[in-house]
């Protein structure tokens, strides 16, 4: 079956102007992304703030246009970000965002918020509306009564169940959540985790997960994609990259991890911060960072994908010579 996102050559370029003499610069937020995620499955998109994985989401969601390369959701072709049809974009990708206070606006019922997406689209009469705003509380463990009340008579865990109401209102085929769980207090993460998941497997929806803590992806993803400034280093199933991690960065978030089971990983501490999507090293982006970089990874070009297993590949030097040596 086709994948119900497809992600080929995605590059995302900003320019900028950098100095007194406006000297023009193009920042690599996406630097040449594929991607492929089905219905039913949960991709997981990994890495530090600023590795340009919400740009990704941007860009499915039509909200920047792609500097080069394809977007399809469900067949459609939707690179063309603003110049696509809205309906078709709405109805093919919906986002559930971080911060579930400031996504949702206070002088609003729940139940005008939740039909909003129906109105602005011009779908059913106000009982029919109703009744999926309905429909749409119960599916994410609310009260019917919670439509005539609003946002700030809701706890954190609360508004973010709502907000994923509000993101599947319109029966998207995919869902985006950036971050879900971050803003939440640690004791109702888990609820919301587990909600997304029974949404998925009831739904049969495709969700992008996009965070920086591997322990949430951990618990949700089928499928795991690992990105450092602007690329993916290491791509797999959830066997392959939870216990065979290949990149020296993936192994480095997950020994990061607070879990027991994974404490007899030695430690591998990453020194330093992400640079620049504008000014990337030479060679290996990650050589600066890296425990077991060599005289080799610091010139010459970024590494190119080496395949591990028939789901699992990565972009290092060291994993070329292992396969090589096996
Ligand atoms: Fe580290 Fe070199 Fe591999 Fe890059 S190519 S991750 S610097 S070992
Ligand atoms: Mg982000």
């Known amino acids: 079956a086709e994948a119900l996102l497809s992600v080929k050559g995605l590059k995302v370029h900003y320019p900028v102007r950098q100095g007194w003499r406006g000297r023009s610069l193009a920042v690599r937020a996406v630097d040449g992304v594929d991607l492929s995620l089905r219905a039913g499955q949960c991709l997981g998109l990994v890495g530090e703030s600023g590795c340009g994985k919400s740009t990704i989401a941007q860009a499915i ?3 920047v246009p792609a500097t080069s390369g394809h977007i399809r959701v469900d ?15 709405a109805r093919s990708a919906q986002m559930v965002f971080q911060d579930p206070m400031s996504s949702l606006n ?4 729940i139940r005008e918020i939740l039909a909003g997406p129906l109105r602005l689209h011009g779908m059913g009469n106000r009982d029919e509306r109703d009744a999926r705003v309905q429909e749409m509380l119960r599916l994410v463990g609310m009260k019917p009564d919670a439509a005539s009340r609003r946002p700030d008579e809701f706890s954190g865990g609360q508004r973010q169940r709502l907000c994923i ?4 209102i319109l029966n998207p085929k995919l869902v985006i959540c950036d971050e879900p769980v971050s803003a939440l207090d640690v004791s109702i993460r888990a609820q919301i985790i587990n ?5 998925k497997d009831e739904l049969g929806i495709a969700l ?4 920086h803590d591997l322990g949430v992806v951990e618990h949700m993803s089928d499928r795991i ?6 690329r993916i280093v290491e791509e797999g199933g959830w066997r392959e990259i939870f216990t065979d991690p290949a990149h020296p960065y993936t192994r480095a978030l ?6 027991p089971l994974h404490r007899d990983q030695a430690p591998e501490r990453l020194r330093g911060e992400i640079p620049s999507p504008l000014n990337p090293p030479p060679g290996c982006a990650f050589h600066p960072r890296c425990p077991v970089a060599m005289d080799r990874c610091s010139a010459g070009a970024n590494p190119e994908f080496t395949t591990i297993g028939p789901d699992h590949r990565g972009r290092c030097h060291l994993i070329e010579s292992e396969l090589q040596d096996a």
């Open 61 to 63: 969601l039509g909200l």
């Open 75 to 89: 067949g459609h072709d939707i690179t063309g970000g603003r110049r696509a049809d809205p309906m078709q974009l």
């Open 106 to 109: 206070p002088r609003q019922t």
């Open 165 to 168: 109401a509000r993101a599947l």
């Open 195 to 199: 909600l997304l998941l029974e949404l």
């Open 208 to 211: 992008l997960l996009i965070s």
């Open 225 to 230: 994609a690992v990105m450092y400034l602007g």
């Open 254 to 259: 997950i020994s990061a991890i607070p879990d």
